[in-house]
Nanobody, 122 residues
Framework: QVQLVESGGGLVQAGGSLRLSCAAS????????MGWFRQAPGKEREFVAA????????SYADSVKGRFTISRDGSQNSVYLQMDSLKPEDTAVYYC???????????????WGQGTQVTVSS
């Protein structure tokens, strides 16, 4: 079992920045690829970014490419999502997820956090 706890969400004006964190409970954090997903009201959960176990490989949704950066720190058992140039359409609940296989598909991830709300005002 891997427990994931997100933090760092909040209310920010358009053009602003936020940094989301996701702390994992297990010492075998390095075994898992990590992903960030988001879900807006009335919409399906969508892929945002993913990072491999080594941190060398990353993947981003086209909608966030160039604005968001995913990173991980094995010493902290944590993965981060730096979000810059935020737009109102980025408003959603953001979830981190873990799985041995890196994927852009939510169905592929075994472990999920509870989510953190990000609201971007215009």
């Amino acid at each position: 079992q891997v427990q994931l706890v997100e933090s760092g969400g909040g209310l920010v004006q358009a053009g602003g920045s936020l940094r989301l964190s996701c702390a994992a409970s297990r010492r075998s954090f390095d075994y898992y690829a990590m992903g960030w997903f988001r879900q807006a009201p009335g919409k399906e959960r969508e892929f945002v970014a993913a990072i491999s176990q080594s941190g060398i490989s990353t993947s981003y949704a086209d909608s966030v490419k160039g604005r968001f950066t995913i990173s991980r720190d094995g010493s902290q058992n944590s993965v981060y999502l730096q979000m810059d140039s935020l737009k109102p359409e980025d408003t959603a609940v953001y979830y981190c997820a873990a799985d041995p296989a890196m994927s852009v598909s939510a169905d592929s991830y075994e472990y999920w956090g509870q989510g953190t709300q990000v609201t971007v005002s215009s």
